[in-house]
């Protein structure tokens, strides 16, 4: 098992791009976090293979399962406007001419996502304001993106719930097979255009029996043809007290060590009830979201957390929730 660091980057970094409710806004802020950099900000070591079409990009891993993802952030339809940007998977990808995808191994499928303003994507709320309809540059959007050269978690503050970001994630978990597992790619966002909190995925958990809405992986991990499948992801939930969102009702903190309580987010396959591993360097708490200030340090002192640093970031949900991002050069990965 090797070990790699999320690098860390936002908007109110020197030389940051800027997150407006605008075509193409979020693709500047991709390219330059995960290609190409910014003022003294190195990039994440992403590859585009295929050049920009117009607000349409892929990013393509240059280690891992190397599958790519596909941006589309044209706007649309009036419903959905510039404010939202769309994201799908793909195992291959030789042209995005015009926004329409040439390539194979979709993930999640038009069929089995088609509410999202483009089938077969997921939805990615760079602005949800009404008024930015109208004068969309007039209103901006903070973001941090954690990202390392296999996955990529984009965090906006999108307005939905003011000061609560909305998730995205996008790239490799880390995979419990025995054997190589070059599927282990994974696509999280919402499921349509986002007029309340209960649209955000990414703070959603679920149960390894029943599929977690806006989460998909490449392949199941027998990487046998078939494609796309569901999939869930949850903590402790059993500690929380609330299955539906991320924040919990733990004592903050536990009052008999002192202790702060985290634990993985597994990844399962819901077709066949496995977990298939853990995403990296993101972890659940099940202590509520108001024991935590965002960006809030947490440094660990015990056990296998011993060294290990997270950044608290807190995320949009049916009573919103928040995740701790791993900071430290400990992310484990294959």
């Not at 997150?19 to 995960?34: E, V, W």
Request: proline share 5%; with cysteine.
């Amino acid at each position: 098992m090797a070990n790699s660091q999320l690098k860390i980057y936002k908007s109110l970094d020197a030389g940051a791009p800027q997150c407006y409710g605008i075509t193409g806004s979020l693709l500047d802020i991709l390219n330059k976090c995960l290609v190409t950099g910014y003022g003294s900000t190195t990039p994440a070591g992403w590859l585009k293979p295929l050049p920009d079409t117009g607000s349409y990009g892929i990013f393509t891993q240059p280690s891992g399962s190397l599958v790519s993802f596909f941006i589309n952030d044209a706007g649309g339809a009036t419903t959905y406007t510039s404010r939202y940007a769309n994201v799908s998977g793909w195992e291959t990808i030789s042209s995005i001419e015009g926004g329409n995808v040439t390539g194979s191994g979709q993930f999640p499928t038009a069929a089995q996502q088609v509410t999202s303003p483009v089938p077969g994507s997921l939805g990615i709320a760079k602005n949800s304001l009404s008024s930015s309809i109208a004068n969309p540059s007039s209103s901006v959007s903070p973001w941090i993106i954690f990202a390392d050269h296999m996955t990529c978690y984009i965090f906006i503050l999108n307005s939905v719930v003011a000061n609560i970001y909305g998730g995205t994630m996008f790239g490799d978990i880390y995979s419990y097979s025995t054997a190589s597992d070059s599927y282990k790619a994974m696509v999280i966002g919402n499921h349509g255009p986002i007029v309340n909190n209960t649209q955000e995925n990414f703070g959603r958990p679920g149960y390894v029996t029943s599929a977690t809405t806006g989460h998909f992986l490449a392949r199941s991990y027998t990487g046998a043809a078939g494609g796309s499948i569901v999939a869930s992801k949850h903590g402790d939930i059993g500690k929380s007290g609330i299955a539906s969102d991320l924040s919990g009702k733990l004592a903050y903190p536990n009052g008999v060590d002192n202790g702060i309580y985290i634990c993985p987010f597994y990844v399962c396959e819901v077709i066949n009830t496995n977990i298939r591993g853990v995403l990296r360097g993101c972890w659940h708490t099940p202590h509520p979201a108001t024991s935590f200030t965002d960006g809030q340090i947490i440094t660990g002192t015990t056990g296998d957390f011993n060294g290990k640093t997270f950044m608290a970031v807190k995320l949009i949900g049916t009573n919103d929730g928040v995740c701790l991002m791993e900071t430290s050069n400990t992310v484990i990965t294959n």
